[in-house]
């Protein structure tokens, strides 16, 4: 049960200012796109989401015109399109933007973000979500429990 209901706006609104908070980190990492990290199976890591996140992936998922992820069945993330580009890169979660790849700088040190791990908790909390999941399996729920004008409405 959350601790203080909050609404889907005001969670992906904080979710946002989590991320232009990030960026102004002095923490010196560059995506390159390579996508490596994109193939979960071969890397063995799977980024986690909090509710929030999936919520902000599931806008990105509905502006890109899908109702649903795709199922690869080849460990890859279901975000990853056939050119090998992210469907939602300005959408993607927390996890793929401390770049946990070695080829953009490797993780960011968790002391260095602790404080926005925090806050993304916190939203996590009052959605009344579970703590952080599997990135599939975070936004496939919440593909199904917003529907697309309600998400389209938080933009």
């Known amino acids: 049960m959350p601790s203080h209901a909050c609404d889907p706006a005001e969670a992906l609104a904080e979710v946002s200012s989590v991320y232009r908070?990030?960026?102004?980190?002095?923490?010196?990492?560059?995506?390159?796109?390579?996508?490596e990290c994109c193939h979960f199976r071969l890397t063995g890591k799977t980024p986690l989401l909090t509710l929030?996140?999936?919520?902000?992936m599931a806008q990105g998922v509905r502006a890109a015109g899908s109702k649903k992820l795709v199922e690869n069945t080849d460990g890859t993330c279901p975000l990853l399109a056939s050119d090998g580009k992210c469907r939602v890169y300005s959408h993607r979660p927390f996890g793929c933007r401390t770049h946990f790849c070695s080829a953009a700088g490797g993780p960011y040190a968790?002391?260095?973000?602790?404080?926005l791990?925090?806050?993304?908790?916190?939203?996590?909390?009052?959605?009344?979500?579970?703590?952080p999941r599997a990135l599939p399996d975070a936004v496939g729920e919440a593909l199904k429990r917003w529907t697309g004008d309600q998400l389209k409405a938080l933009q």
């Open 117 to 131: 791990i925090r806050r993304l908790e916190v939203v996590d909390d009052k959605l009344g979500g579970q703590g």
């Open 110 to 115: 968790r002391k260095e973000v602790l404080d």
């Open 21 to 35: 908070d990030l960026d102004q980190r002095p923490v010196d990492r560059s995506c390159i796109k390579r996508t």
């Open 52 to 56: 929030g996140e999936a919520l902000v």
